[in-house]
């Protein structure tokens, strides 16, 4: 769950999505792409324009971004990111092409954060709850089109909600981090990291 953190140590384990089936969950019937697919989708990814941005936009703050190394893996959650490591799209966790681009902008929001926050600290409950309410807000993992796919129906005030529940999956799964000490984390807070959108004008 968390990431080699840039100046505040390392975390064993890598930021992840948090999308791995939870008891939260309903029961929804899944295709998983093969991996060859999967491959095909990394690539074609790095063309979205979503992506694009986001790569040039680190490479303008000083970022080291390309060739960042992006690979297709088999794994237990949806994504992950490691610092000097780079983004793993899980492969059995992907469904349709654009799941890997959405992957793919999430964690390069990780990655942002990680360069630009100079003291950024993934053992820090705060500090990682902040950078996945930005990156669970700022990729389009909770539009409501996705969320109905996945059981949940809820339209009035989803985005929020969904942006919480993803993120406390995330960080709960941090061994630095208890549910509790996660939920705190995420309240503590929301207001300045949901309306955080950098590298973008408003969210997209």
């Known amino acids: 769950m968390a990431a080699a ?3 505040g140590g390392s975390v064993p384990q890598k930021t992840t999505r948090g999308e791995a089936p939870s008891a939260s969950d309903p029961p929804v019937p ?4 093969p991996h060859e697919e999967c ?12 992506v694009r941005f986001l790569r040039e936009r680190m490479e ?3 970022c080291t971004v390309w060739p960042m190394l992006i690979r297709a893996a088999t794994c237990a959650s949806a994504g992950g990111y490691a610092s000097r490591e780079g983004i793993e799209v899980c492969c059995n966790h992907m469904e349709y092409p654009d799941q890997i681009t959405q992957t793919i902008t999430h964690e390069l929001i990780h990655a942002y954060d990680d360069c630009v926050g100079k003291n950024m600290d993934w ?3 705060a500090h990682h709850a902040c950078s996945e309410i930005r990156a669970n807000h700022l990729s389009g993992n909770c539009h409501y089109k996705r969320e109905l796919m996945k059981g949940f129906l809820k339209i009035r005030g989803h985005e929020p909600e969904c942006v919480k529940r993803r993120s406390l999956e995330s960080v709960k799964n941090n061994p630095y981090c208890s ?6 984390a995420i309240e503590a807070v929301w207001n300045i990291c949901y309306n955080d959108t950098r590298p973008f004008d408003r969210a997209p």
């Not at 491959?39 to 979503?50: I, Y």
């Open 39 to 50: 491959v095909a989708g990394v690539r074609s990814a790095l063309k979205d324009p979503t």
């Open 5 to 7: 953190a840039g100046d």
């Open 30 to 33: 899944r295709h998983i792409m």
């Open 179 to 184: 549910e509790t000490a996660a939920k705190d």
């Open 60 to 62: 303008k703050a000083g």
């Open 123 to 125: 053992t820090n409950c």
